[in-house]
């Protein structure tokens, strides 16, 4: 598909797509795209380097590609003597390359500028070349699929309502037998109610028993909160493509239904790059701030411990317990010790990996990468640095609070046989529950 696209690239495309790096490189990146002094210490901070030991897969080298374009078109020594400041044209053969880096050497983790000897922000400036192939179709086909159907749908795996809506009730259901209480709700449309809570629409399709959790806790909170009928996908991989305008129509259907159902707080479900989109890049693909308040489902669950509104029970998760950290939760949303205060009130033995925190290294599920199919084979070979990571552990279970990673956990589990369970935070937590006098009275 890509092959065929480039081969069909005119001039006016390359113009188009130049214009667009143009309009993402401001001063302070353009600043960045000279500042690169190739000390190699963000070699060892990618987990594609690591695994495939590739020049191609070293973040300088992927940086290079980017810099070697804006020299060549916006530089006047790139202008007159190319060759001598390392100026790249813009042509077929250049934009095979970033789409094989760019897209699939990358899942804009932010690991190497965590370890940059200056301080690049290189997820960004990738990010920039992505939104120029965007602007000229350039996008590998699965991640632009997922875009495509989200936009066109409402949702990224084009549920319709009605089969939502059908499979809430359902879930209630079963919430209702687990905890012996017909009066236990999963609320749909409750105007007023103080939260709104979205969810990954992986969740509805593949993973109920994470919209259960959720339900659980809400139900022992005493909580007022609420489904969304029409727009609760918490994803948006815009954040991956590069299409900011995409990307403000998926995080704008939550702001809508934050506004038409007149909630205080939008809660994001347990998914990394829709925590990132949602909280803190959305307000500027909107152009706009927002006056609601912006919370993780592991902050809510937190106070309500911490409040003493549900009570846990860490002998009811015997099984040793590990973390991985999402990117875009973690190091790039500073979500980092909410997760961890949970696990140790809900399991008996919790043990970190390392390294952890906003140091861990990328899952290799992130940057739209379990999207594109052509680079599998390579995200599962990247992937082994975090099998290796769970494997020294000794863990039999494997926390991740975000979707995106657990499918790419559950995939180099079966893969590396590391034989250990994935699941969520969430998940956890409600396995833990104690139930209150008044839940207990209930059933």
């Known amino acids: 598909m890509n092959e065929e696209r480039i081969a069909r690239l005119t001039p006016e495309d390359l113009k188009k797509a130049l214009r667009v790096f143009r309009e993402k490189i401001h001063s302070e990146y353009a600043a960045y795209l000279n500042s690169c002094v190739h000390c190699g210490l963000c070699a060892e901070s990618c987990h594609y380097y690591v695994a495939d030991g590739e020049i191609e897969s070293i973040p300088a080298h992927k940086l290079n590609l980017i810099t070697g374009v804006f020299k060549r078109y916006f530089t006047s ?3 007159s003597i190319p060759w001598w400041v390392g100026a790249k044209e813009l042509d077929g053969e250049t934009m095979r390359e970033w789409v094989d880096s760019l897209f699939g050497r990358c899942s804009l983790c932010g690991r190497c500028s965590l370890n940059c000897s200056v301080g690049l922000n290189i997820p960004y400036l990738i990010r ?3 939104s120029a192939m965007a602007s000229i179709d350039l996008v590998p086909l699965g991640l632009q699929s997922t875009v495509n159907t989200a936009i066109e749908k409402g ?6 309502e009605e089969e939502w809506i059908e499979t809430v009730r359902w879930i209630e259901g079963e919430l209702q037998s687990e905890v012996g209480d017909k009066n236990a709700r999963l609320p749909m449309d409750e105007r007023g109610a103080r939260l709104l809570y979205t969810v990954n629409p992986r969740e509805p399709m593949f993973f109920p028993l994470s919209i259960a959790a959720a339900g659980k ?3 022992a909170a005493r909580e007022s909160w609420t489904f969304s009928s029409k727009h609760y996908d918490v994803t948006n991989y815009g954040l991956y493509n590069g299409d900011d305008e995409a990307a403000a ?6 702001v809508t239904s934050m506004e038409e159902l007149d909630c205080e707080t939008l809660v994001l479900a347990e998914c990394g790059h829709g925590f990132n989109s949602n909280r803190w890049e ?3 693909w909107l152009g706009r701030k927002y006056d609601f308040e912006v919370k993780s489902v592991l902050e809510i669950v937190a106070d309500y411990i911490r409040q003493g509104r549900i009570t846990l029970d860490p002998s009811r998760n015997p099984a040793s317990v590990t973390l991985h950290d999402p990117c875009n939760l973690v190091r790039l949303g500073g979500i980092v010790e909410e997760q961890r205060y949970i696990l140790r009130r809900s399991a008996a033995n919790f043990v970190e990996m390392t390294p952890n925190r906003e140091k861990n290294f990328c899952c290799g599920g992130g940057g739209g990468q379990l999207s594109m199919t052509q680079f599998a084979e390579r995200r599962l070979k990247a992937g082994k640095v975090k099998a290796d990571q769970i494997r020294r552990t000794g863990a039999k279970v ?4 975000c979707h995106n990673c657990i499918d790419q956990l559950t995939e180099l589990n079966k893969h590396y046989k590391l034989g ?3 699941k969520t935070v969430c998940e956890i937590a409600a396995n833990a529950l104690v139930l209150g006098r008044g839940e207990e009275d209930a059933s």
């Open 155 to 160: 949702n990224n795996m084009g549920i319709p």
């Open 77 to 79: 020594a790139g202008k």
């Open 217 to 219: 806790i809400f139900y």
């Open 282 to 284: 959305a307000p500027e």
């Open 128 to 130: 920039a070349a992505r």
């Open 398 to 401: 494997v926390v991740a609070p």
């Open 420 to 422: 250990v369970e994935v």
């Open 249 to 254: 129509v998926m995080s704008g259907r939550l």
